[in-house]
């Protein structure tokens, strides 16, 4: 009866032994699982193929480089017609041509003229003739809004000097804030502000 007994401990024991070797196995043979949600594993994705960083530099300018050209060149250009005559101008000529590079508001038509009264009266007189230069210092205002281009405008802050040649000749610096705006196709001059004076000085004697 112990024989038996022993005989019985015996094989339960080779039995136990087999079966923990046999888990032994199969732990090493099986491919360890992936980690999931942790920290370092959504910190190693990878972007997705053809995916760019975003950068400031993606972001499109509000007008173009080509646009903003044509509205500086505009702006240029009425500046010089408005400071540009001579007592032989005649006004109504004089005027078409730089109200054509207006909006045709009226205010641009009123800000849009010769001098007058006595003013004129000695440009006359005196066989005056006026000249100008223009210089854009910086744009401070862009705006794009996005109805069929409609509303697009530039304000620039711009200097004028103006040389009126009387008796004696001398130089007007002016600062304007001017604007230009995108309608119909064109650039127009849409506003002229006062930005301040500068020194008139007598440069020459006629």
């Not at 401990?9 to 699982?33: K, W």
């Not at 995916?51 to 240029?76: F, K, Q, T, W």
């Not at 849409?190 to 008139?200: E, H, P």
């Amino acid at each position: 009866m112990e024989r038996r007994r022993a005989i019985i401990v015996a094989v339960a024991l080779v039995a136990v032994a087999a079966l923990a070797g046999l888990a032994i196995s199969l732990s090493r043979s099986s491919p360890p699982q992936e980690a999931k949600d942790t920290p370092s594993s959504a910190n190693t994705s990878e972007p997705e193929t053809g995916a760019e960083p975003d950068s400031g530099d993606s972001v499109p300018a509000v007008i173009s480089p080509e646009e903003l050209a044509s509205a500086h060149s505009v702006m240029r250009n009425y500046l010089v017609a408005v400071g540009t005559y001579t007592y032989q101008t005649d006004e109504k000529a004089w005027k078409a041509k730089a109200q054509a590079l207006t909006d045709g508001s009226k205010s641009m038509s009123d800000q849009t003229s010769l001098p007058a009264g006595r003013a004129w009266a000695d440009c006359v007189k005196t066989k005056c003739s006026s000249t100008a230069t223009a210089h854009l210092e910086r744009d401070t205002v862009l705006s794009n809004a996005p109805v069929d281009g409609a509303g697009r405008s530039v304000t620039t802050l711009a200097s004028t000097a103006v040389t009126l040649r009387q008796d004696k000749s001398s130089t007007q610096s002016t600062d304007f804030a001017i604007t230009a705006t995108y309608t119909s196709g064109e650039w127009k001059i849409s506003g002229l502000q006062l930005a301040g004076v500068g020194n008139a000085g007598i440069s020459e004697h006629s």
